[in-house]
């Protein structure tokens, strides 16, 4: 069997729909004996008979109305192939998946995700709290279209863009003595029981070196492995601890107090992705998080205390 082109088919589509080749030919743009050679090269192609001549136009055969019945199916099938083109390029369809630590995934994400659905309704968003090298996993193998992490990562694959850099923040139950105190400072925590991260994490190693170097000795009789669980045993008095200033904890639980705490150890969250390879959903919520960034360095920053002369963010 020949080959039969699309342009042979719009033409045929045209003739059974309009029941004449003059007004087909008109509608195509062509002139009647162009559609005649379409319709005879179309019959050749597919090997029975699709026009019966009848006065006053062409009428076609049983077998080509069959075959008009795919036809429209294929055309149905186009048109929803470029409804879903314009879908997709105007971000009204899609699918976005996100894998942030747990901290970020628990706290700072669910807001910004909300925000960016009321900007784009339509496209379906996953998740995905994971541990730091998971995240980097998924990512680097397209399981993720986005991560976001601490910094500093080891990922040569992926793009990373640095969001918000912010200080750790002492924490500690609401009615512990240095409830009444603007910030803590390192020498403060001496023999005070402190709730630690695990051995082998870089937020454990950094805290851990910072009193080591001080020769600040604390309580390290309890650990856990999230900063929640670190908030939760705080909470219930089994010590004071450091953690992320992005915790959810900040703005839920009325049984903590968070104070700046000195010597500062900054904390920078991180977005990686492989931005050549984005969907368009995905590469809208992309510039989507590095414009909400923008947006809250550009705004007054929160409460402070002072401290020798110096403003220290809380």
């Known amino acids: 069997m020949k080959r039969f082109n699309i342009r042979q088919i719009e033409a045929f589509r045209a003739v059974i729909t309009l029941g004449s080749m003059t007004k087909a030919a008109e509608l195509l743009g062509v002139s009647q004996p162009a559609v005649s050679r379409l319709m005879a090269d179309f019959q050749d192609a597919v090997g029975f008979k699709l026009f019966r001549r009848q006065r006053g136009g062409a009428e076609p055969t049983e077998d080509a109305r069959r075959l008009f019945q795919q036809v429209e199916k294929l055309f149905t099938g186009l048109e929803e192939l470029n409804q879903e083109v314009q879908a997709i390029r105007s971000v009204t369809s899609g699918s976005i998946s996100i894998a942030a630590m ?15 659905r009321q900007r784009y309704p339509d496209i379906a968003i996953s998740l995905d709290g994971r541990s730091q090298d998971r995240i980097a996993e998924w990512v680097g193998s397209g399981r993720a279209d986005i991560g976001v992490v601490t910094l500093p990562i080891a990922l040569a694959s992926v793009d990373v863009r640095p969001l918000i850099t912010r200080p750790a923040l002492c924490v500690f139950p609401v009615d512990h003595p240095f409830a009444g105190r603007e910030l803590i400072k ?36 309890t650990e856990a492995t999230t900063h929640e669980a670190v908030c939760n045993l705080v909470a219930a008095g089994l010590g004071v601890s450091i953690v992320s200033a992005f915790s959810p904890h900040l703005r839920r639980d009325p049984a903590l107090v968070f104070r700046p705490f000195l010597p500062a150890i900054p904390i920078t969250i991180g977005m990686i992705a492989d931005e050549a390879c984005l969907s368009v959903a ?11 960034v923008e947006r809250l360095d550009a705004r007054p920053k929160g409460h402070t205390a002072k401290h020798d002369g110096k403003t220290v963010p809380l």
């Open 282 to 292: 995905a590469r809208a919520f992309h510039q989507f998080v590095l414009d909400e």
């Open 186 to 221: 390192a020498a403060d925590l001496a023999d005070q029981p402190f709730v630690s991260f695990p051995r082998g994490t870089p937020f454990r190693f950094e805290i851990d070196s910072l009193f080591d170097r001080a020769g600040i000795e604390r309580q390290l009789l």
């Open 102 to 116: 747990g901290l970020y995934a628990n706290g700072m994400l669910p807001d910004v995700i909300a925000r960016f």
